[in-house]
């Protein structure tokens, strides 16, 4: 498990745009479950929508990268590297994300060489799929 600490210590993303709380589980280079509690304090909420807030779309496949980038920052050669996005296929949306929801995001490494990677990525709530993509990384500098 990794808390808040040693998350901010792998990856560069700091409030309001951090959006993974606690590392549940990390094989390294294979797998991680990560949680993002879903607060109605969230900045995002207040335009999104103020009468029945849903978190966006956009900001639960934020939260599956940056799970991913914590597989892949977790690796000796990556560490104070910056993943950056290369793409997204297949992403579908299941299930609407509310405040007060703990997001599980589940990251399978299907590729990671030298610096790029691929990975299967899940976020689901009350074992629920929510949503789920295959997401593509470059690490930079």
Do not use: W
């Amino acid at each position: 498990m990794l808390d808040i600490n040693q998350i901010k210590a792998l990856l560069p993303h700091r409030y309001p745009f951090l959006l993974v709380d606690r590392v549940l589980e990390l094989v390294p280079n294979q797998k991680i479950v990560a949680l993002k509690n879903v607060s109605v304090n969230e900045d995002f909420f207040n335009g999104h929508y103020p009468v029945k807030p849903v978190m966006p779309g956009v900001l639960i496949i934020e939260s599956m990268a940056q799970a991913a980038g914590l597989v892949m920052l977790n690796e000796e050669n990556c560490k104070g590297k910056i993943p950056y996005f290369t793409g997204i296929d297949n992403a579908r949306f299941r299930k609407a994300v509310v405040p007060g929801d703990q997001l599980i995001l589940e990251i399978e490494v299907v590729r990671f060489k030298g610096n790029v990677g691929k990975v299967k990525a899940v976020a689901k709530v009350d074992n629920q799929i929510a949503a789920e993509a295959d997401l593509m990384f470059i690490m930079g500098e």
